[in-house]
């Protein structure tokens, strides 16, 4: 009970917003949940956004927190570009911020905060860098004075904040171990250590960015999964079940992980690698059901996968593994063509069906039966009219034949008649009586 009144009291602290935002907006910075009144989703993420609401209040951050009923107020949330129910941005002067990540509190929180700030955030010291590298995973740092090289950095920045930090320092803020070929530089720092963009080797800045905004091993789940397909690697991830502390699940999520490390110079600019707890997720995005522990390399551009041809057992079966995708001689699955798309209709529908007969039976009874029953009774009903009509149809034609051979009968006799000279002058009424014949036989 306590719980229910402080989130239905969170809803004080969220703004319902109208047709008067679009103008009243741009003097601050808004956190904006597009929902529609009848979404599921939308219902679910309501008691979260109001803990958002309390939370940035208390924590006196200048974001201020609304909701927009977007099918009442469509024309301005179709200006956001609002696509689906519910959409989340943060609208920062001219410029709006999709957040594409999982919706709890803190991550939502955190979003706001990144976005709200700076684009490019100074350290002046080492104890603030020291400070910053311990709460962040991975940190990108500009390093140097003016020049060319800064202005793509605050572009991609302004561009990437959403997933991301950007921060500048000197050369004298750095860490000791670090060394730097030459200034300016723009260096990314995770998994322990550092690494400097070359514009040669690396391509565009903010293609390197966007592959490199990952840690060299993770754990992935739908929303992380959606996020690495903009990287344009293949995903490599050991399914295995967390929970489970047995030597064979253990084993090849350390695999993963000294694979990621130790040969990352090979295959950074390829592969992205993490872990993946439980298997519900990948069988329904292979439609497929995997036994886990397993390994499987998804690409997420077309939608194939690799599995291993053997039981991975080491760090060189891994490698071997990977080196076989790279050269084309592993087979891929799946895809995006035509059966695959018809397949996964299929597959799609019956998950959909075994849901909701496994959620409410009597729901599935209606929905599912109801249509068949009365498919049933058109099919019979086409059925049953078609006999009728046949045997119809076949008395017709048997009466017709019936009064052709009568007709045929009397031309007979008047034909053996008028053969054998039998004809005698005949009276009005045979005549008239001859005419008739003569007609009907017409």
């Known amino acids: 009970?306590?719980?229910?009144?402080?989130?239905?009291?969170?809803?004080?602290?969220?703004?319902?917003?109208?047709?008067?935002?679009?103008?009243?907006?741009?003097?601050?910075?808004?956190?904006?949940?597009?929902?529609?009144?009848?979404?599921?989703?939308?219902?679910?993420?309501?008691?979260?956004?109001?803990?958002?609401?309390?939370?940035?209040?208390?924590?006196?951050?200048?974001?201020?927190?609304?909701?927009?009923?977007?099918?009442?107020?469509s024309s301005i949330a179709s200006e956001f570009g609002v696509r689906g129910y519910p959409t989340i941005k943060l609208l920062k002067g001219d410029l709006a911020y999709n957040y594409r990540g999982p919706r709890t509190k803190d991550d939502i929180i955190e979003f706001a905060n990144r976005v709200a700030g700076p684009l490019i955030r100074p350290?002046?010291?080492?104890?603030?860098?020291?400070?910053?590298?311990?709460?962040?995973?991975?940190?990108?740092?500009?390093?140097?004075?003016?020049?060319?090289?800064?202005?793509?950095?605050?572009?991609?920045?302004?561009?990437?904040?959403?997933?991301?930090?950007?921060?500048?320092?000197?050369?004298?803020?750095?860490?000791?171990?670090?060394?730097?070929?030459e200034l300016p530089a723009v260096l990314v720092f995770k998994d322990g250590t550092y690494f400097v963009y070359d514009e040669y080797e690396d391509g565009e800045l903010s293609s390197w960015v966007n592959r490199e905004r990952f840690q060299g091993c993770l754990h992935v789940d739908g929303f992380t999964l959606y996020e690495l397909g903009d990287t344009g690697k293949l995903v490599a991830i050991a399914v295995i079940d967390d929970k489970n502390s047995s030597v064979e699940h253990t084993r090849l999520k350390f695999i993963i992980q000294e694979v990621a490390r130790d040969y990352r110079d090979h295959f950074h600019r390829d592969f992205q690698f993490g872990y993946m707890d439980g298997n519900d997720y990948i069988n329904s995005l292979l439609m497929d059901d995997l036994t886990i522990p397993t390994v499987v390399v998804l690409n997420t551009s077309n939608q194939q996968y690799f599995l291993p041809d053997r039981h991975i057992k080491n760090t060189e079966d891994m490698v071997q593994f990977i080196n076989n995708i790279l050269d084309g001689t592993a087979e891929a699955q799946g895809g995006d063509g035509l059966l695959q798309r018809i397949k996964r209709i299929i597959y799609d529908s019956k998950s959909t069906a075994k849901s909701v007969f496994k959620s409410s039976p009597l729901l599935g009874c209606f929905l599912f039966g109801l249509p068949l029953g009365f498919i049933s009774i058109m099919c019979y009903g086409i059925c049953t009219a078609d006999t009728d009509g046949g045997v119809d149809e076949h008395e017709a034609v048997k009466k017709e034949n019936g009064d052709q051979?009568?007709?045929?009968?009397?031309?007979?006799?008047?034909?053996?008649?008028?053969?054998?000279?039998?004809?005698t002058e005949l009276s009005d009424g045979e005549l008239t009586q001859k005419d008739i014949m003569e007609k009907k036989k017409d």
């Open 123 to 181: 350290l002046p010291s080492q104890h603030m860098f020291e400070h910053v590298q311990k709460r962040h995973r991975v940190l990108f740092v500009y390093v140097g004075g003016e020049s060319p090289l800064k202005e793509k950095y605050i572009e991609v920045a302004s561009e990437l904040i959403v997933y991301t930090y950007f921060f500048s320092a000197s050369e004298d803020v750095l860490p000791e171990y670090v060394t730097l070929p």
């Open 405 to 423: 051979e009568l007709t045929d009968e009397g031309s007979e006799e008047e034909q053996e008649e008028e053969k054998n000279g039998k004809y």
């Open 1 to 73: 009970a306590v719980v229910a009144h402080v989130v239905a009291s969170g809803a004080g602290f969220v703004e319902d917003l109208d047709e008067s935002f679009k103008e009243n907006r741009k003097d601050d910075i808004w956190l904006v949940d597009f929902y529609a009144p009848w979404c599921g989703h939308c219902k679910k993420l309501e008691p979260v956004w109001n803990e958002v609401g309390i939370e940035m209040k208390n924590m006196g951050s200048p974001v201020r927190v609304g909701k927009m009923d977007a099918t009442s107020f």
